[in-house]
């Protein structure tokens, strides 16, 4: 079992990666851009999987503590209320609803307030710097009217912006890791084993020691352990997963076989062509992996609006405070301004359709 884990390794390319020393903590690794990620680096054992399951199973936690949290904001929230028309305000209603949405910022919004530190240390600020430029602003805003400051609280807005964001890359990281799932079925197509014909004796060896122009044995129902020409016998051979072909294909002397592909009811002997990375079925991976590490012209596009988003927002906001306190209006009034034009900057669509985008295409490339 182990030399096979070890032949994986060596023939996908993907390092070996123990997932039980690293250091990493759940916070640092709310940071990393999945979209952006080279996945190629995601191991094929079961450590991988659990890892990136731990923090798919933590975002939807923290989705679904958000959007509980969320419904008595909005119930209680004056600005929501005014806009429904109705009127339903608990003792302390302000106080509450600093108290559901300090929960929210601090601990559904954490991932993008980590996100934001690293982009700012990177130099590139991107969608979360935007996330948490929105939320930031929603919070200590909303925070100072409860205790005193004049003006309204945006605490709904908060709330949902967060919640949206959560559900968006909880989405991306099950795709990235539904994508990971279809390699590690790739790589388990192959056999661990190979039958070598040698001097008239058959020896069986690892894969990782066989070489071109070795001759093999494949029995009945056993998978091809690599790519190469049967020099003797016949069989059927299912390639389904490798070419999408339903029927198992008849197989005759000097006919290629594919790698990865079943053997039928006969007994063929096969003249190894390639082998490791240069084996068809290695190529396939390849490909894969190389449709996941690569972005969409949608993902580049969304990367640099978000950049410049965040420019934008931060300009306006103080270019409308400017221009509302020179046109002689109170500090307060203006700060308010600032703010919704700071907070609605935030584009609620485009943290949630980007994240869908990169799942939709990681799942139809694997």
């Not at 798919?56 to 008595?72: C, G, S, Y």
């Not at 103080?318 to 308010?336: I, K, M, Q, R, S």
């Amino acid at each position: 079992m182990q030399n096979h884990k070890e032949r994986e390794n060596k023939e996908t390319g993907h390092p070996k990666i123990d997932h039980s020393k690293m250091k990493m903590t759940k916070e640092e690794h709310y940071t990393m851009d999945h979209s952006k990620m080279d996945h190629s680096s995601v191991p094929m054992g079961m450590e991988g999987h659990d890892h990136h399951k731990m923090m798919i199973e933590d975002f939807k936690k923290r989705f679904w503590i958000t959007a509980i949290l969320t419904i008595p904001i909005l119930f209680f929230s004056p600005m929501i209320q005014e806009f429904l028309g109705y009127n339903i305000l608990l003792p302390g209603n302000p106080y509450i609803l600093f108290a559901l949405s300090s929960i929210v910022y601090f601990y559904g919004g954490w991932p993008f307030l980590k996100g934001f530190v690293s982009e700012i240390k990177e130099g590139a600020p991107g969608m979360m710097t935007l996330i948490a430029m929105a939320i930031s602003v929603a919070y200590f805003y909303s925070s100072a009217t409860v205790f005193g400051l004049p003006g309204v609280d945006f605490f709904w807005e908060l709330a949902t912006l967060i919640a949206i964001m959560l559900v968006g890359h909880w989405i991306e990281m099950k795709s990235v890791l539904g994508a990971s799932k279809a390699l590690q079925l790739l790589v388990s197509m192959m056999p661990a084993e190979a039958h070598r014909v040698k001097d008239g004796t058959i020896e069986d060896i690892s894969l990782e020691d066989l070489l071109k122009d070795d001759v093999i044995l494949v029995k009945p129902g056993e998978k091809v352990p690599a790519d190469g020409i049967i020099v003797e016998g016949s069989s059927y051979l299912n390639e389904s997963m490798l070419t999408g072909e339903s029927k198992p294909v008849k197989k005759e002397e000097k006919d290629k076989v594919i790698g990865g592909s079943v053997n039928g009811n006969g007994s063929i002997k096969v003249k190894v062509e390639h082998t490791g990375k240069d084996s068809y079925l290695n190529k396939v991976i390849t490909m894969v992996e190389d449709a996941q590490k690569t972005k969409s012209k949608m993902q580049n596009l969304s990367d640099k609006a978000a950049k410049w988003l965040t420019y934008i927002a931060l300009a306006i906001g103080f270019g409308t405070l400017a221009v509302w306190l020179l046109l002689g209006f109170p500090f307060v009034y203006a700060l308010e301004r600032m703010v919704t034009v700071m907070v609605i900057a935030c584009p609620h669509a485009l943290g949630l359709a980007i994240p869908l985008v990169v799942a939709i295409s990681t799942a139809v490339s694997a």
